[in-house]
């Protein structure tokens, strides 16, 4: 700073109002923000779209490396970890004859009960860019968006269990909001039950399970699978099992893999079909006008 | 080029914007998204602490207020408000600077650390006033104890791998200026 120079005094009051007018300026923009939402998301999703893709070409790299490392560590335990596969092996080849099985007798069964399994849920395959980058926020960049047919609140999953929902789409980018993250929410089913039930994330890796009517039914080790209740989720999406928290609360193990999400399928949910007609009356033909004044 | 006093104002700062950037890059590596139970320190507010009191030529307030714009936007914060209340809090210290240079540095430390709770918690008010979600309390005070606890690591750091160091009194740069 030019303490003492002669231009101090003309400096300092100008600098002044360009500080003010900047912080002005800034919570004038979080003013905005909070009254009108959706308008400033839309200009952070165009920041996001135009700056997460130019830093993509370095963070791969950087991530790869890191990932090596780990793996690497993972190798040092090469011998045991062999051992361990292939008496994984001999399980998975007893499973895999008693799968088999089960998928003949399930043929069968539908082809007796003419049943049409239903083909809506396609998926798009997207990559995850970057995490939410706080502690506080649980949620990942996917390199797949609207130029990609992504629309808000589709389901995101990985191979085998549900990850969380679409929330913010830009151009090539769209956010996927985690089941771990506080403002998620996601109406479940937990079988074999069948007790309705809220899963609500809390920011640790096994979100509680709220609003259950009945927890004397339910035990650790049952299923959790999404029940569509509300129209908004799609039904039957595998979450993971309960489980018992230290706290003695119902807590939900997530199927999906979080300590490794790298691509992520996102459903083509479609909407639901909601019946507007609240039904029509059966009842015999009404006898006409015309005989009624007769 | 890094000679003249201009220059080396310019490197100064665009080391300051790298180092900003490079955290703000590695925050976002998808490295894992398990949520984590101790939240690490905010980095980039430390590091931006650090060059304020120590350099402040080289933290001027346009670049901060970019860059902390940027990352409102990029980490699904409220924009514009964290980055609001960070330009206010180190053009306080700004104001400061004659006097931290002469400080000792636990009390360097302990200005700063007013700053970082203050900050907090006006950020937390103001997240209630507007009937915002908050983040859990816990976690939060952790990571505000953390950054407080890292000041001087950071302050090590930064003296000895980028040498912003605090001017010796009656140091003078190439023109003769006082520091």
Known sequence: ?294 | MADTPAGKLFAGRCMFVAILLTIIFVQLMPLDALPRRWPWPDFMLVATLVWVARRPGFAPFWIIAVIFLLADLLFQRPPGLWAGLIVILTETLRKRTANIRNMPIGLEWGTVAVGIISVTLIYRLVMSVVLLPQTPLGPTLIQMGMTILFYPLVVAVAHLIFGVSRPAPGQVDNLGHRL
């Open chain 1, 1 to 294: 700073m030019a303490r003492h120079d002669n231009s101090d005094d003309f400096i300092g009051p100008v600098r002044r109002l360009l500080v003010g007018f900047v912080v002005f300026l800034l919570l004038g923009t979080f003013l905005i923000w909070r009254i009108d939402s959706p308008r400033v998301e839309r200009f952070r999703l165009a920041v996001i779209d135009r700056v997460v893709p130019s830093f993509s070409w370095a963070m791969a790299p950087v991530t790869g490396v890191v990932d090596l490392v780990s793996d690497f560590q993972s190798y040092q335990q090469l011998a045991a970890q062999n051992d361990d596969l292939r008496r994984e092996l001999q399980q998975m080849k007893a499973w895999k004859e008693a799968a088999l099985q089960l998928e003949q007798e399930n043929a069968r069964l539908l082809d007796l009960n003419k049943v049409s399994l239903d083909p809506k849920l396609t998926y798009v395959t997207g990559v995850v860019m970057t995490d939410s980058g706080s502690p506080f926020r649980q949620s990942v960049l996917l390199n797949v968006g609207k130029r990609d047919g992504i629309i808000d609140g589709w389901p995101a999953m990985d191979g085998i269990g549900l990850v969380g929902r679409i929330s913010g789409v830009g151009q090539n980018t769209s956010r996927a909001i985690l089941l771990t993250d506080t403002s998620s929410r996601i109406p479940v089913t937990i079988q074999p039950s069948g007790q309705k039930a809220i899963l609500a994330g809390d920011n640790t890796l096994n979100p509680p399970i709220e609003f259950l009517e009945n927890a004397d039914l339910v035990r650790p080790g049952d299923r959790v699978i999404t029940s569509g209740d509300g129209g908004v989720f799609p039904p039957d999406l595998l979450v993971g099992q309960v489980a018992l928290g230290k706290d003695r609360r119902l807590r939900t193990r997530l199927s999906a893999d979080y300590g490794r999400l790298e691509f992520l399928r996102v459903l083509r949910a479609q909407p639901h079909e909601d019946i507007f007609d609240p039904g029509g009356l059966l009842a015999p033909e009404l006898p006409t006008q015309d005989q009624d004044d007769g």
